[in-house]
């Protein structure tokens, strides 16, 4: 099983998200992460970017993906903080550190930064996956990313997160991912639901879970744990155990797709070797 979505930071290195008395107000590192995935059966992990809010961010990535191979199948970053760069620096910027995707983040598309929506042709020349995390409408605003730039893979953080069933019916987000679905390009990333719907039985949680891979089959879908944003809840396992609840409807070939072959396919997984370089890249001074 591939996690494809985990997060690693620092704490001296920024995260201004991140407040004093959380859970998270922590260093996590790789070590930490490969305890988390104790006697899970993964074979590895997406190092997701953390909002840490400068592109200094997206050169970290590759060199913990390239210090922990085996841990750290791929890497997403932020494309946020590339809002600045203009295509031409941004096509170098992933040249340079080679993302499986970049993640764009906010509370609705429109509230994105527009020079970082301004790139996302760029990733699609350069086969480059766009990972979309937003409060409203995702799901929507994925298949639209997706129509317009034919051939770019989007992939849905967080089933799109929809609003805990506690508080809200399902129904326009059934809607929503029913509509999606009919885009080739949108794949859906089974994530985030141990902390989303905390509160929610299991059984409602999974009916989620079963919907969106109905929908769009388990060739679009993934699993991810979330960790460690998912410790505010349960552990990593619980938070996989969750996940793949809802694939209960699955044939053993479906499972394997979203526990993995769809991952490796989405996220164009190859081990990275830099025989010049080695395992560290410098942050220049003006990717801050």
Request: one cysteine or more.
């Amino acid at each position: 099983m591939i996690d494809c979505h985990v997060h690693l930071w620092d704490l001296d290195q920024g995260y201004p998200w991140i407040r004093p008395g959380s859970p998270y107000h922590r260093t996590f590192t790789a070590d930490d992460l490969a305890a988390s995935g104790a006697g899970l059966g993964l074979t590895g992990a997406i190092l997701v970017e953390a909002s840490r809010g400068d592109r200094a961010e997206n050169v970290l990535l590759p060199d913990l993906r390239l210090r922990h191979p085996g841990l750290l199948l791929g890497h997403v970053g932020n494309l946020n903080a590339c809002a600045g760069l203009g295509p031409a620096r941004f096509a170098e910027l992933l040249a340079r550190t080679r993302p499986n995707g970049m993640r764009l983040g906010g509370a609705s598309w429109e509230a994105t930064p527009p020079g970082a929506r301004a790139l996302v042709p760029v990733l699609a020349r350069h086969g480059v996956a766009l990972e979309v995390n937003l409060h409203h409408a995702a799901v929507p605003a994925a298949a639209e990313a997706a129509a317009r730039h034919p051939g770019l893979t989007v992939i849905v953080d967080h089933l799109g997160n929809p609003a805990n069933l506690a508080a809200a019916d399902p129904g326009e987000w059934r809607e929503q991912v029913r509509r999606a679905a009919r885009v080739s390009g949108v794949f859906m990333k089974i994530s985030g639901l141990l902390t989303q719907q905390h509160g929610v039985p299991e059984e409602r949680v999974a009916a989620l879970v079963a919907h969106a891979a109905g929908e769009f089959g388990p060739g679009r879908c993934m699993i991810g744990s979330d960790w460690p944003i998912c410790l505010a809840r349960g552990s990593r396992a619980a938070s996989l155990r969750l996940a793949r609840r809802g694939l209960a409807g699955l044939d053993a070939a479906g499972r394997r797709l979203v526990l993995s072959g769809t991952a490796r396919r989405a996220y164009g997984l190859t081990p990275q070797v830099d025989n010049e370089r080695g395992p560290c890249f410098d942050a220049p001074g003006n990717d801050r």
